[in-house]
């Protein structure tokens, strides 16, 4: 019968293949699109701190061929928000070149920037909207989004597949996310006053343990905005190797 066919079970057939309840009520499209987050292999972290916020996520290049210049995970959205995106690359940029389509409508209708919460709602009821209608399907992508808002400061936010997003003082995505998690939970205290330098630390170190390797600069990129600097821009190699040489030396 059919139940044999589709793997047996009460989870059979149709509500497999399009995004409809299963009879347990699951919507069984969904959670394949986190599945997907996972394919990439690849981990990104988001912290938060009293006066900034920083993205960080390994970088691999796929192929000696290709120009190491191009391959990136961090965007910018808007001059004061940026974003690091992990799972399908195609997909991740299309919801970036959705996020700046809409920060710009935003900013054209309102005549100020859009702020990172207005950008992972919009980005989120746009996300859930996939999961209802049936020619679309999820984005197999997560995106963590810091931006400097004008009236609350440092922002760190998390968009994912179902349409659900949060603010965040830490967060993370990627194959080893529960192990990323776990490990912030331990690190990070509930009313924590984190200074730049230690926002960006607790970050590498976070991605350092799930990991169990240490990093060359090479082979991460960190996304930061300040109060300082509110402009969301990516360290340079240098600026990573200090910091790397700085958690070297406190272990």
Known sequence: GINAEYGGGSSAGFDRSITIFSPEGRLYQVEYAFKAINQSGLTSIGVR?????CVITQRKIPDKLVDEETVTHLYR??????CVMTG????????VQRARYEAAEFKYQFGYDMPPDMISKRLADIGQSYTQIAHMRPLGCCMILIGWDQEKGAQLYRVDPAGFFCGFRACSAGSKQTESNNYL???IKKNSMMSETEVIQTAIAALSHVLATDFKPSEIEIGVVTEKQPTFRKLTEAEIDEHLNALAERD
């Not at 701190?49 to 916020?53: C, E, F």
């Not at 399908?88 to 940029?93: C, G, L, Q, T």
């Open 49 to 53: 701190g009293k006066d900034s916020a």
């Open 77 to 82: 959205v808007t001059k004061n928000t940026g």
């Open 88 to 95: 399908m690359v195609a997909d991740s940029d299309m919801q």
């Open 185 to 187: 939970e331990k690190k």
